[in-house]
T-cell receptor, first 112, second 114 residues
Framework: DAKTTQPTSMDCAEGRAANLPCNHS???????VYWYRQIHSQGPQYIIH???NNETNEMASLIITEDRKSSTLILPHATLRDTAVYYC?????????????FGTGTRLTIIP | DAGITQSPRHKVTETGTPVTLRCHQT?????MYWYRQDPGHGLRLIHY???????DKGEVSDGYSVSRSKTEDFLLTLESATSSQTSVYFC?????????????FGAGSRLTVL
């Protein structure tokens, strides 16, 4: 799986958009970008994933650059409940064997 | 989390004692995983299962064994617990099948080995 690089920590004001970057310059053509988050002491939670087109769901938007070497997770109107560690993961969708490798992620703190 | 439960949620034990953590799912998913989480290391895969009686090692499997005799249960055993196995353990499940195949995690089991 391709390696990812994320900032260790970020702050964002409540109500503003939180933009979390991820660098994955060695991504392969069949690898997807996945985002999970982990709120303090809970299990990680899936947020969104994409291949090359921008994606949006009820939780967030995912913007992937045209060369696919980096992406940004956007939480459009951050709330205090979005304070968490966010993990960016890149891997090919092998059927079934989901041996995801989680790095240390970005610790996002939403400031009141 | 809906469909996946871990037990016990908290356990304190002494070095050298055996410990078994249980992961139970009601989703009938084929794939189950055990991760551990430690400060500065993120989540690391211990073992995973791709079906009843079918298991394989992850990146940090030493000192751990697993068993899966039923689809719904995946057990993680520490035969002789050591202090280095003090950690938070997460079970995860997935149904398999393509890019939309994502992990659902349990709430975690916090293990302290004294």
């Amino acid at each position: 799986d391709a390696k990812t690089t994320q900032p260790t920590s970020m702050d964002c004001a409540e109500g503003r958009a939180a933009n979390l970057p991820c660098n994955h310059s060695t991504i392969s053509g069949n690898e997807y970008v996945y985002w999970y988050r982990q709120i303090h002491s809970q299990g990680p939670q899936y947020i969104i994933h994409g291949l090359k087109n921008n994606e949006t769901n009820e939780m967030a938007s995912l913007i992937i650059t045209e060369d696919r070497k980096s992406s940004t997770l956007i939480l459009p109107h951050a709330t205090l409940r979005d304070t968490a560690v966010y993990y960016c993961i890149v891997r090919a969708p092998l059927f079934g064997n989901e041996k995801l490798t989680f790095g240390t992620g970005t610790r996002l703190t939403i400031i009141p | 989390d809906a469909g996946i439960t871990q037990s016990p949620r908290h356990k304190v034990t002494e070095t050298g004692t055996p410990v078994t953590l249980r992961c139970h799912q009601t989703e009938n998913h084929r794939y189950m995983y055990w991760y551990r989480q430690d400060p500065g290391h993120g989540l690391r895969l211990i073992h995973y299962s791709y079906g009843v009686k079918d298991t394989d090692k992850g990146e940090v499997s030493d000192g751990y064994s697993v068993s899966r005799s039923k689809t719904e249960d995946f057990l993680l055993t520490l035969e002789s617990a050591t202090s280095s196995q003090t950690s938070v353990y997460f079970c995860a499940i997935t149904s398999g099948g393509g890019a939309a195949n994502v992990l659902t995690f349990g709430a975690g089991s916090r293990l302290t080995v004294l």
